[in-house]
């Protein structure tokens, strides 16, 4: 039973990070990221079940919200369209190429979300420090990477990857020379299975193309890519050893995590996602009664302002002392009704509230619906197991090859794609 519960822990951590990502698909770029991240790092602290980690929750889950968030900033478009050609070097390179962009996602989002596990009083992270330390890197490897050797993934687009790149090394450094090994096992996992996911859904995608099969494969494409990344952080958490720390949150330590994971993000997807051009733009090919448009726009502010106040009162305001101790009870609450806006938004910024051109739209709603049911009596068991490089160096070793195979299967599977893309001629 006890191995069950541990597996039926990571599938639900990889269905909550992995419909999340892919209702994030249809917001995008940092802020999208940001909120499927907070959904994926609030799933893993529910399932772990550990009542000292509760209050610890605002704060990891706005460093797993970030972590993942930072790698919305890399474009990976014209990758994509490399793993539809009908050469190996193109299709491979393209699959190694996502492996490396979602490996990146997970790695910084694991990475911070188990350094705020391990920050205690005892053993505080300095995260002002830390987050110098992470823009210089970014910094000095765009610049080498990019402006001085010209190493281009992905031309004519942005290559900012390399910024997220030294991110992560840097985050490497400092993890290895603080020993904060838990964190770093959760890095490894998340990236692992980030990279994967991504090469693996594009693999999907193009055979799902190929198939003729009238479904949205770039929301499969998207979705592999939380729910492996999704599993592999908490097979990461669950896998390493953590110190309990039953230290109470303070309110001071809790105010600008919340209004940030509750509030600004959320108001930023909606700002740059619920504008009058766009919403019309959608709601014209469905609908002659625009007068939607308009209640959309209300609907979805009204909806994120109240939950906002809601969450502000429950989690700030309504505790009569400084010392704030949570429960499983209230981290769900925080959990589903995040995570239910999200949901909610997508299917209005689809129209999926009125019209079934987007089936995917409702199959989210299934995904939640599930997971709402199955998160409270799932408990993850703890298997701490050591760091070992070598076998972390085998199992990379294992993807890259399985990868060749699916590049393999590709080219032999169909003649050249449209939007199909050479990086190598």
Known sequence: MKNKSFWYSLILAGMSLGTAWAIRGQFGHEYGAAWAGAVGSLSVLLLAKRPDWYNKAFRATLAGSLGWGLGGIMSYGVVVGYGRGIEFVNVYYGLLMLFVIGGLYGYVGGALFGLSLTSTRQTKVPWPQLIVEMTVGGILFYFFLIEEFGWLMTPPRSEVWAVCLGVALALTWYLVRQQHYAALRVAVFAGLGGGFGFAFGNFL???????????????????????FGGAGMAYGTYTARWEQSDEPETKAGV??????????????????????ERVTKIYSAITDNLALVSAVQGLSLLLLLLLAAIWFNKYYLSPKTDALRYGEADIRTLFLGHF???????????????????????????????????????????????????????????VVAFLALLAFILIHSHAELPHANKRFE
């Open 255 to 276: 105010l600008v995590p919340l209004l940030l994971l509750v509030l600004l993000i959320p108001f930023i997807v909606w700002e740059q996602s619920f504008g009058t």
């Open 340 to 398: 239910g806006l999200y949901t909610a938004f997508s299917l209005l910024i689809t129209g999926a509230v009125i019209s079934t051109y987007r089936i995917e739209q409702y199959l989210y709603v299934v995904n939640f619906i599930v997971i709402a049911l199955l998160i409270g009596k799932v408990q993850a068991p703890f298997v701490p197991r050591e760091v070992p490089p070598r076998k972390w160096l085998l199992g990379f070793l294992a």
């Open 205 to 227: 995608q193009v055979l799902g193309n190929v198939a003729e099969i009238k479904f949205n494969f770039w929301n499969v494409m998207e979705y592999s890519l939380g729910f």
